[in-house]
Each structure stands twice: as structure tokens, then as C-alpha cells.
């Protein structure tokens, strides 16, 4: 069983930039994998913020996300990245990488990001 972990989290101030990192304990990003950054305040519902397929590097964002935040992944190192720009006080919350695979999805448990002025 593949895990994900995230890491890279931690306090930024408004304006800033941080790069979040996602690797696999157990196993690697294989062939048709698509691999995920998620973000989940508490009493939230847990929303997408990007999508990449592991193999030919295609990407899908959340319009809000456009041009702020940034997936991609180092294939060699077998790890996902979100960059992110312009830090924000709501972008304060808990950011979760996640793993589908052909028949199974696999969570992260979560980077704590706090945004500070």
C-alpha cells in the first residue's frame, strides 16, 4: 500500500510564496497515476485545488486557482509540487496530496499552511 506525504508546509506571510512537496512511502508514481493537491479548512468540504497525470505531465486547475498556484512534478525524483503565489489570510488551512491509481485513491494526512500579515 502506497502512502502519500506531504511536506514543505508552514508559516508564510501575505504576499509570499511556498512550495508544497508530495512523495510516496511504500511504492512510486506509476504510468496513468494522477496525483492531486487538496486543501481542507476545518468544517469545510475537502476542494480540489490541481490535478496531474503522472506519465505525460497534463494538468487541470480549479479556475479560482489559475494563475497562482502552480502543479507540476520532477518525474526522476518521483515527486509532485504546488507552487504557490500571492499568499492570502484564506489560504490558511491544511493541504492534502493524494494518489489515484487505477482502482484505488490514496490521501496524504495533510501540510499545515498558516498565512500571517
Known amino acids: 500500500q502506497v502512502q502519500p506525504v506531504e511536506s514543505g508546509g508552514g508559516l508564510v506571510q501575505a504576499g509570499g510564496s511556498l512550495t508544497l512537496s508530495c512523495s510516496v512511502s511504500?511504492?512510486?508514481?506509476?504510468?496513468?497515476?494522477?496525483v492531486a493537491w487538496y486543501r481542507q479548512a476545518p468544517g469545510k468540504e475537502r476542494e480540489v485545488i490541481a490535478t496531474?497525470?503522472?506519465?505525460?505531465?497534463?494538468?487541470h486547475y480549479t479556475d479560482s486557482m489559475m494563475g497562482r498556484f502552480t502543479i507540476y512534478r520532477n518525474y526522476h525524483e518521483n515527486r509532485a509540487f504546488l507552487h504557490m503565489n500571492g499568499m492570502k489570510f484564506e489560504n490558511t488551512t491544511i493541504y492534502y496530496c493524494?494518489?489515484?491509481?487505477?482502482?484505488?485513491?490514496?490521501w496524504g494526512q495533510g501540510t499545515q499552511v498558516t498565512v500571517s500579515s
Open positions: 493524494s494518489v489515484k491509481s487505477v482502482t484505488v485513491v490514496y
Open positions: 511504500g511504492g512510486t508514481f506509476v504510468g496513468d497515476d494522477m
Open positions: 496531474i497525470t503522472w506519465d505525460d505531465g497534463s494538468r
